[in-house]
């Protein structure tokens, strides 16, 4: 069987994430690995010996036996590596988000949709067992009319001024997994929203951030989300959970990051489902994208850019919103810093970049 040639381009904490994968996939071989650091490029070298390791993309672009990409860089260089395959003929895993504003992200859209490259992007949460397994028990009719969508994810994690400048506050940067898939359990588009912010550590963005609202099917949602969970805690936590009311009935879903335990409460079943969580999925993506190269069609569950451009709108959406009225700042910047000095030396931690970098 011919291998599918994959250059993976941004060797951080994803590219390290889809080097894994690509390494346990056998329909894959990882012919270059691109990172502009040279302790990123000096790991890549010692993990994969037989990729080409180099700083300068480009060098993956012009060779043509390479038919896939993989962008895990930042959003500010995504929308020039997705034009740059688009236009040497090579399919498409991007990062999510899959430009850094707007205008760059439907820029891209229309670019993919004319293109004859498939092109996916993680938006991880599509990958996984637990929605699939709600969003099934929904559609049976086990909970009647779907009706109240409350999904929440709050941990220790990532602050300002560590890493990700380009994907804007934490709300945009994480927050839009979950604008995703509201809109995907809902199966409509966003109507209407209010959001409430708090400007944590007094820095200049919110960093915890609740938006409610409506679809244009009524259905209506909250969506809370904030990198702000007891980074300070001697013991850290998280809280996050997805909890979806019928007119009949409920599921429920939280997680440890390890488990997911899901709990669906129907008009004629019970049922319980304790399964590993599954991380980011990226096993699952890039399976989708070696299925669609080798049967030369599009698999239907693959994300679309699309998708991804929509989730990012409406989660700039709802910041700008909670721009508009009162967003208190509590705490101070000297809190901020120690939490990024507690987070730079901490070895288990939440959202930890990595490390070995000048
Ligand atoms: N889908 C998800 O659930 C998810 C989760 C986390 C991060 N992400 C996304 O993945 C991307 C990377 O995040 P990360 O957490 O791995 O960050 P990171 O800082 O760990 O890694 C990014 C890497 O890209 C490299 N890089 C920067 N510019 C480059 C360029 N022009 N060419 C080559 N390499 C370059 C950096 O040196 C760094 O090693 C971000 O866009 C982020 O939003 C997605």
């Given amino acids: 069987m011919m291998k599918i040639k994959v250059g993976l381009i941004g060797f951080g904490r994803m590219g390290r994430f889809y080097l894994n994968e690509f390494l346990k996939n ?6 270059y690995v691109c990172d502009v650091d040279e302790s990123c490029r000096a790991l890549a070298k010692a993990l994969v010996p037989s990729a080409k390791v180099t700083a300068d993309a480009e060098e993956i672009f012009n060779d043509p036996e390479v038919t896939t990409v993989a962008l ?11 034009e740059r395959a688009i236009a040497t003929g090579k399919h498409i895993i991007a990062e999510k ?11 891209v859209v229309e670019m993919a949709e004319k293109s004859k490259v498939f092109t996916t992007v993680n938006m991880y949460l599509r990958n996984s067992w637990y929605h699939h397994a709600m969003r099934e028990f929904i559609n049976s009719g086990e909970i009647g009319d779907l009706a109240i969508l409350r999904i929440c994810h709050m941990t220790p994690g990532l602050v300002p001024g560590e890493g990700h400048e380009a994907e804007g506050p934490s709300f945009h940067d994480c927050g839009m997994h979950y604008v995703d898939i509201a809109r995907w359990y809902a ?31 009524g259905v209506v949602f909250d969506i809370t989300q904030g990198f702000v969970y007891g980074q300070m805690s001697k013991n850290q936590t998280h809280n996050s959970y997805v909890d979806i009311i019928g007119t009949k009935g409920i599921v429920h879903m939280t997680h440890d990051f390890k488990t997911a335990w899901v709990d669906l409460r129907g008009v004629t079943q019970t049922l319980k489902i304790e399964k590993p969580f599954g991380g980011k999925n990226i096993d699952k993506l890039i399976d989708l994208m070696a299925d669609s190269i080798m049967s030369g069609k599009r698999h239907e569950h693959m994300p679309l850019f699309r998708d991804s451009a929509i989730a990012s709108q409406m989660a700039t959406a709802m910041l700008e919103n909670a721009s508009q ?32 970098r000048k």
């Fill in 26 to 31: 056998d329909k894959f071989e990882v012919a």
């Fill in 72 to 82: 895990c860089a930042y959003a500010d260089t995504r929308r020039q590596g997705i």
């Fill in 97 to 107: 988000p899959i430009a850094q504003t707007s205008a760059d992200e439907w820029a």
């Fill in 187 to 217: 199966g409509s588009e966003y109507d209407t929203w209010h959001a409430q912010g708090v400007r944590m550590w007094s820095y200049k963005d919110p960093w915890w951030l609740q938006a409610h609202g409506t679809f244009k099917n």
């Fill in 325 to 356: 009225h009162a967003m208190p700042a509590i705490g101070t910047l000297t809190e901020l810093e120690e939490i990024r000095e507690r987070r730079r030396h901490m070895t288990n931690g939440y959202g930890l970049l990595p490390k070995n």
